[in-house]
């Protein structure tokens, strides 16, 4: 089945930009979305079909996609954005039709 | 505005089952896609299976076939999922979400989440 790799922790100051990865075999050709998750609470959509933002989601957050790397980007990081962070693709041919990464931990220093 | 709302948590001993109710308000629920993805304690996201209520077709994750049976009642737009022959490993925080998108899609609500303790 498809597999998704996210670091498990990334760090960034207040104010900087954090980079978050999610490899997967060509994953340029699939549509990648990604989930925000804080401690006790469900998962909130941060962004889908690789770059576009849910109503409400500043524009602080974005993503990219190409190659074998799709890429979420936060910048002017702010205390609120620490969390974790799950990348997600559809693929009819895996036996998980949805498939998540393992999470990446940002911790705003 | 899409709301799902689950029912509480749960605590159940090993080889019993569980069923956890998810209700959906606004939109219309028989057009919904829901999915179960569980999580278990400090761990990732895990897709177990999706029910189209309109259709009334469930898929299942491999990992939980035979284990996992999710329904959906149209007429008070609930969707349900029961896992069976619990064991201590199913120890988890599940949620219901909808699906949204077609051909690559993601989720765009969620439940609120309903923990199963399994414990002895």
């Known amino acids: 089945s498809y597999v998704l790799t996210q670091p498990p922790s990334v760090s960034v100051a207040p104010g900087q930009t954090a980079r978050i990865t999610c490899g997967g075999n060509n994953i340029g050709s699939k549509s990648v979305h990604w989930y925000q998750q804080k401690p006790g609470q469900a998962p909130v959509l941060v962004v889908y079909?690789?770059?576009d933002r849910p109503s409400g989601i500043p524009e602080r957050f974005s993503g990219s996609n190409s190659g074998n790397t799709a890429t979420l980007t936060i910048s002017r990081v702010e205390a609120g954005d620490e969390a974790d962070y799950y990348c997600q693709v559809w693929d009819s041919s895996s036996d998980h039709f949805w498939v998540f990464g393992g999470g990446t931990k940002l911790t705003v220093l | 505005q899409v709301q799902l709302v689950q029912s509480g948590a749960e605590v159940k001993k090993p080889g019993s089952s569980v069923k956890v109710s998810c209700k959906a308000s606004g939109g219309t629920f028989s057009s919904y896609t829901i999915s179960w993805v569980r999580q278990a304690p400090g761990q990732g996201l895990e897709w177990m299976g999706r029910?189209?209520?309109?259709?009334?077709?469930?898929n299942y994750a491999q990992k939980f076939q035979g284990r996992v049976t999710i329904t959906a009642d149209k007429s008070t737009s609930t969707a349900y999922m029961e896992l069976s022959s619990l064991r201590s490993e199913d120890t988890a925080v599940y949620y219901c979400?909808?699906?949204?998108?077609?051909?690559?899609?993601?989720?765009?609500?969620w439940g609120q989440g309903t923990l199963v303790t399994v414990s002895s």
């Open positions: 979400a909808r699906v949204k998108g077609a051909g690559s899609s993601w989720y765009d609500y």
């Open positions: 029910i189209i209520p309109i259709l009334g077709i469930a």
């Open positions: 079909d690789d770059s």
